[in-house]
């Protein structure tokens, strides 16, 4: 199993920037991908973006092209969210997941993913 932690969440005004950490840890080996999703208060869990750890495809919500980045560092185990020109609607509690039991998933689908993390918030304010 993955253990995945999130870090790099707060409070930043609206046109402002965050980077968010994802560091994995146990069975990384297995681990194929990674997602970065987002939940607010009262609304479902959405993809914000995905990675694979060998490929070079990265994918985004269309609410965040443009103004967000997934990255990752395989030597570290580690995926990043650089988000950039946020506004209040980004406010959420942001997870990051990893795709591990998976031969073909869906990166928008939550259900891709096999484990996740507790979760950092984000919040924006206008």
């Known amino acids: 199993q993955v253990q995945l932690v999130e870090s790099g969440g707060g409070l930043v005004q609206a046109g402002g920037s965050l980077s968010l950490s994802c560091a994995a840890s146990g069975r990384t080996s297995s681990s194929k991908a990674m997602g970065w999703f987002r939940q607010a208060p009262g609304k479902e869990r959405d993809f914000v973006a995905g990675i694979s750890w060998r490929g070079p495809g990265t994918y985004y919500a269309d609410s965040v092209k443009g103004r967000f980045t997934i990255s990752r560092d395989n030597a570290k185990n580690t995926v990043y969210l650089q988000m950039n020109s946020l506004k209040p609607e980004d406010t959420a509690v942001y997870y990051c997941?990893?795709?591990?039991?998976?031969?073909?998933?869906?990166?928008?689908?939550?259900?891709?993913?096999?484990?996740w993390g507790q979760g950092t918030r984000v919040t924006v304010s206008s």
């Open positions: 997941a990893a795709v591990t039991d998976k031969v073909v998933w869906d990166y928008n689908d939550y259900s891709s993913y096999d484990s």
